[in-house]
């Protein structure tokens, strides 16, 4: 009898604590964004939403490599124009927006080279910039003087150059640029 009791409060303790842990575990799920949207998601775009066109200037080049200011600004547009709501301008007077920048540096750097001869194997070019974005029609600044950097290898082996490794490098600074202009989070 006493034993027959004892399983039977055994059972009722553990159907509490069940009851209780399956009650009380929802509340500590899915806590993100629980202000205004409690799914955590949102359909709002990740740019902001008063600009609607932007005039990308040439960049600035302060390295003794020419050219690669060229493939940096061009690489540019066609990201803000695929990647991002914006719509280039050709006019700095017609757009709402002005994008601009410098490269601070381009570096060569060896990755690997024969063990035999010393020539190099595989090099990395590294591209630094100082970006700024401003609002032309409010006069605030998107962005600030960020700077930002990438990087790309390349071997001569694979008859690749210079040329192939900057035009990769432009490209991954580019992203990292459009990056940027999101809103902050």
Known sequence: MARECH???RRAIFVILFSLTIGVWPCFC???GMSGNPSGYSNESLFPEEVSSVYVEMFGNQSFRRGVEYE???ALA???ETETPYKIISSRDRADTVISGQIAGISEL???SERETGRALEKEVGLQAVVNWKNLKTGELLIDNRSVS???SYSEWQNQGFGYASTLASNKLARKIVELMEKEW
């Open 7 to 9: 399983r039977k409060a």
């Open 30 to 32: 899915g806590c993100a």
């Open 72 to 74: 940096l600004t061009d």
């Open 78 to 80: 066609k990201r803000i």
């Open 110 to 112: 060896v990755l690997t």
């Open 150 to 152: 990438a990087s790309a």
